[in-house]
């Protein structure tokens, strides 16, 4: 595992870096592509590196600059754009960031392993570059990315003021992994019961989303969506309400009616062997028990 410092000095280095943004020629509040490799390569303790580069034609061949990008280079965290170039001075859009931050962690060892796939809730997922749209997802469930009120935002500049923040999440989100703390992504995956199915997402290194579906016949379908915090101790997702979706189609296949409603109670979530799903009508009474349901992993799915 390779050395990084303590986040507080690595923190002071990037609010140096951040003061002096307009040495790197972008926009006054734009973050730079040499800004962020610059900051990411303050973070990673490297000290025995001569300060020279001869990757791109765009970046000076000694100094601080061709430094930071020798070493991006051979740890496989840029790429450039495929012509030679770089573009230091460009803006960095929020994807990128998320590429050679994801890229970054898998240089120490993490990022996704197995089954990882999940939808990303946002309006404008869909915009997301294919060759960035696995780092998006590992930023999104570690939180490192948030979205605005628009949304992921994917192509839009990243601003100056941002890097700390999100450099100081992306640093937490690592250490978690190290110290093995991402538990729910070890049950990440699809589990069946009979007519029903559940889908375990990752909405954080510490929250799990679930989604249970069954239907009572061919032409209706009930879909429960709950989320909460995971309890390492008890392997036990809990969650205040729920969300109830009702389909029905038609003998033709065509949708007749879609209704959802938010009911009130409290659930667990249980892992073992598969999962087990219960349902507590009473917020006040959790020793109520409405009913169990029990999952098992499908024996053609992947749920490592």
Not at 132 to 141: L, N, S
Request: with cysteine; aromatic share 10%; hydrophobic share 45%.
């Amino acid at each position: 595992m390779k050395h990084r410092k303590l986040l507080s000095a690595a923190l002071a280095v990037l609010l140096a870096l951040s003061l002096c943004a307009p040495a790197f020629g972008a926009a006054e509040d734009a973050l730079t592509r040499g800004e962020f490799v610059s900051a990411l390569f303050a973070l990673s303790g490297v000290t025995d590196m001569e300060p020279k580069q001869a990757y791109f034609e765009d970046v000076e061949m000694h100094g601080d600059l061709a430094l930071a990008v020798r070493w991006a280079v051979g740890e496989g965290i840029v790429k450039g754009y495929g012509n030679g170039k770089f573009g230091p001075d460009d803006p960095v859009t929020r994807e990128q960031m998320a590429a050679m931050l994801y890229r970054n962690a898998q240089a120490l060892g993490q990022g996704f392993e197995g089954m990882w796939y999940f939808p990303l809730d946002y309006p404008d997922a869909a915009e997301v570059s294919e060759w960035a749209d696995e780092a998006m997802h590992w930023c999104v469930m570690n939180g490192i990315i948030v979205g605005t009120d628009k949304g992921l935002e994917p192509k839009t500049t990243a601003t100056d003021d941002q890097l700390a923040l999100v450099l100081e999440r992306w640093q937490a989100s690592v250490a978690a992994e190290e110290d093995g703390q991402n538990p729910v992504m070890n049950f990440i995956g699809e589990y069946a019961a009979d007519r029903a199915h559940a889908l375990v997402e990752a909405e954080g290194a510490e929250n799990a989303k679930i989604t249970i579906e069954w239907g009572d016949s061919a032409w209706s379908l009930a879909r429960w969506v709950m989320s909460g915090k995971f309890d390492e101790a008890t392997l036990t997702v809990r969650y205040d309400n729920c969300v109830k979706t009702f389909v029905t189609y038609g003998d033709d296949g065509e949708l007749v009616s879609e209704e959802t409603e938010y009911e009130a109670g409290t659930g667990a979530i249980v892992f073992g062997e598969g999962l087990s799903f219960t349902w507590k009508g009473d917020q006040d009474a959790l020793e109520d028990l409405v009913f169990e349901w029990s999952f098992v992993p499908p024996t053609d799915a992947e749920t490592d």
